[in-house]
């Protein structure tokens, strides 16, 4: 068991978010778990191996089932994939910063344990401006899988999250109750058309229209 650190925050208001602490903490491998629009997440410096490993063990999770990522900025995720297909700049456009998460063909840089079949990563870009500001200050994507255990439902309570996971996470960022509802969408680009891979938030629809304006 190890000593969980609490960081409390305002994740919409005004006040100082203390994302240089938090980073701080990822950098030297840490597991964190935070706030995010939908639930509460475990993060990791997504190129750090050790700290990826660790999500696994937690969560109990399958090692063939990849974690996701969230980046900063545009920039960011340009840098996580080789080429971005045609329907990324409609989605991308609409939807980001929110709840939309994009299958792209990954970078040949990126590391093998991030990454999905056929080479493939899972990226958004949140809407919460402070978690934007933490992955700048971290200078890599962070990972943002569902702060549970496999197959268990997802937790939006912070409460919930610290009788989870208290003493196995280093740091417990606790912004109040996340708003729940659906986790993100997920649409896969990699094939010749976009697939919707996990209907959440935003719905089929929404999505439709886009790729089809």
Not at 1 to 20: A, E, Q, S
Not at 34 to 56: C, D, N, Q, W
Not at 160 to 175: L, Q, Y
Request: charged share 20%; proline share 10%.
């Amino acid at each position: 068991m190890i000593k969980t650190r609490f960081i409390g925050i305002d994740p919409v208001g005004k006040n100082t978010v203390p994302v240089g602490e938090i980073a701080a903490a990822l950098l030297e491998d840490a597991v964190a778990a935070y706030p995010t629009e939908t639930f509460y997440a475990l993060g990791a410096a997504a190129f750090s191996r050790r700290a990826v490993e660790k999500i696994y063990r937690l969560k109990k999770r399958d090692a063939g089932k990849p974690l996701s990522v969230i980046a900063s900025d545009l920039d960011m995720v340009g840098e996580l994939s080789v080429s971005l297909p045609p329907a990324f700049r409609a989605l991308a456009g609409e939807f980001w910063p929110g709840p939309l998460t994009l299958v792209l063909p990954a970078a040949a840089r990126l590391p093998d344990f991030i990454l999905g079949p056929g080479r493939t990563i899972a990226v958004r870009i949140p809407p919460l401006p402070w978690l934007r500001a933490l992955v700048r200050e971290v200078g890599e994507p962070l990972t943002a899988t569902s702060a549970n255990l496999s197959g268990e439902k997802e937790l939006a309570d912070p409460a919930e999250v610290a009788a989870v996971f208290r003493g196995k996470v280093d740091v417990i960022v606790d912004g109040g109750p996340a708003p729940g509802g659906a986790p993100s969408t997920i649409v896969d680009l990699t094939s010749s058309e976009p697939r919707i891979l996990r209907l959440g938030t935003i719905p089929e629809v929404r999505i439709r229209a886009v790729l089809q304006s």
